[in-house]
């Protein structure tokens, strides 16, 4: 069984400018995470998104926005890019929202500003 | 790929040895918590998970142990190999809104390095 995949896998963008990063969750997973992972630390979450609506936000700015679609697969748009920016966003999907439900991750989306 | 190891706490051990990677969590209210590896250019990979009615669960080749009177998860990986190198986070599973936002927060990570 596939798992979760993001697309791309590696992107370069420049301040300023917007980026749209994609997720596929694991079939049958109804519920997608999203976080960023800045080189050297542990992932931070972004996002949580379940049934198409936002369960759960992270400490980061407006610029920061996601959707979910019908077939569960997710969007995570960045507008007005920072150098700051730079990272791995990591998609995460699980079978819920609920209590002790494993979040099982992609391998990214390696995200460089200039 | 990129190393996700850069300035992490470093466990080197050798190859056939046991391995114990610790934890400290920050939130007294988790109740879940998960061990993860991630090797360089990958996303984090479960490996197990423990609930905060246990103290102890075991998979093949790893044992979490969770001490909740001082906050603090360890992973045990027995008879470790070359390819147990990896970046290993704990992480505590964080529920708000009455359940309906469920979010994991994740330790700093440990870098272990497994010499043949």
Known sequence: DAGVTQSPTHLIKTRGQQVTLRCSPISGH??????????GQGPQFIFQYYEKEERGRGNF???FSARQF????????????LLGDSALYLCASSLSQ???QPQHFGDGTRLSIL | GESV??????LSVQEGDNSIINCAYSNSASDY????KQESGKGPQFIIDIRSNMDKRQGQRVTVLLNKTVKHLSLQIAATQPGDSAVYFCAENIMNYGGATNKLIFGTGTLLAVQP
């Open chain 1, 70 to 81: 019908p077939n569960y697969s997710s969007e995570l748009n960045v507008n007005a890019l």
């Open chain 2, 33 to 36: 918590f998960i061990w993860y």
């Open chain 1, 61 to 63: 700015p407006d610029r």
């Open chain 1, 30 to 39: 109804k519920s997608v995470s999203w976080y960023q992972q800045v080189l």
């Open chain 2, 5 to 10: 190891g850069l300035h992490l706490p470093t």
């Open chain 1, 98 to 100: 609920g209590a002790n």
